[in-house]
């Protein structure tokens, strides 16, 4: 079984700095996706950003990156310029590839941007 | 358009009682998932469907009882409700074979 560990429960950052949510698993798995997702007050789900497993390269979506360190088993999550809309839980989620779309997620973390 | 619907958005009712939640994708997706998010928004999968068929029961009581009449449609029905059960329920669906999920904005019940 998959274990994805968050252990940031609150963050704070100051808007227009940058922060770093940490995820660190546990699966026996090659081959899986690692994701996160935001949750605003909203709700709502809102995929962040994805990685697959057997690529190297980090993943970039604007101003979300991630540093993925598979060997560590490591999937932390940096936010830049961080903005109000920013603020949310944040969700790291593992799944494994094949395993008809199973989802393992993390507790969460709430971030707060401060003006 | 919205990709992954539920209705209702809220629910209260009295321990006891049974209800529906319903869940429609018109993403043209063959899998669907029910999530249970509870109030330490702990998120966990409750069950999985693929072209109708079930193909992910986490460990849930059977008073829980998914639907799918057709692979756009993923309903969950819940019997005899207790106090337990008051959480968010998101819906979700996704292609086979691809790993992204689109979650429905979520229903959140509460029993009293």
């Known amino acids: 079984a998959q274990t994805v560990t968050q252990s940031q429960p609150e963050m704070s950052v100051q808007e227009a700095e940058t922060v770093t949510l940490s995820c660190t698993y546990d699966?026996?798995?090659?081959?899986?996706?690692l994701f996160w997702y935001k949750q605003p007050p909203s709700r709502q789900m809102i995929l962040v950003i994805r990685?697959?497993?057997?690529?190297?390269q980090n993943a970039t979506e604007n101003r979300f990156s991630v540093n993925f360190q598979k060997a560590a088993k490591s999937f932390s999550l940096k936010i830049s310029d961080s903005q109000l809309g920013d603020t949310a839980m944040y969700f790291c989620?593992?799944?494994?590839?094949?395993?008809?779309?199973?989802?393992?997620f993390g507790d969460g973390t709430t971030l707060t941007v401060k003006p | 358009d919205t990709a992954v619907s539920q209705t209702p958005k809220y629910l209260v009712t009295q321990m006891g009682n049974d209800k529906s939640i319903k869940c429609e994708q018109n993403?043209?997706?063959?899998?669907m998932y029910w999530y249970k998010q509870d109030s330490k928004k702990f998120l966990k999968i409750m069950f999985s469907?693929?072209?109708?068929?079930?193909?992910i029961n986490e460990t849930v009581p059977n008073r829980f009882s998914p639907k799918s009449p057709d692979k756009a449609h993923l309903n969950l029905h819940i019997n005899s409700l207790e106090l337990g059960d008051s959480a968010v329920y998101f819906c979700?669906?996704?292609?086979?074979?691809?790993?992204?999920?689109?979650f429905g904005p979520g229903t959140r019940l509460t029993v009293l």
């Open positions: 699966t026996s798995e090659s081959n899986y996706y």
């Open positions: 990685q697959e497993a057997y690529k190297q």
């Open positions: 469907y693929n072209n109708k068929e079930l193909i």
């Open positions: 989620a593992f799944m494994k590839r094949g395993g008809a779309g199973k989802s393992t």
């Open positions: 993403l043209g997706h063959d899998t």
């Open positions: 979700a669906s996704s292609q086979e074979g691809t790993d992204t999920q689109y």
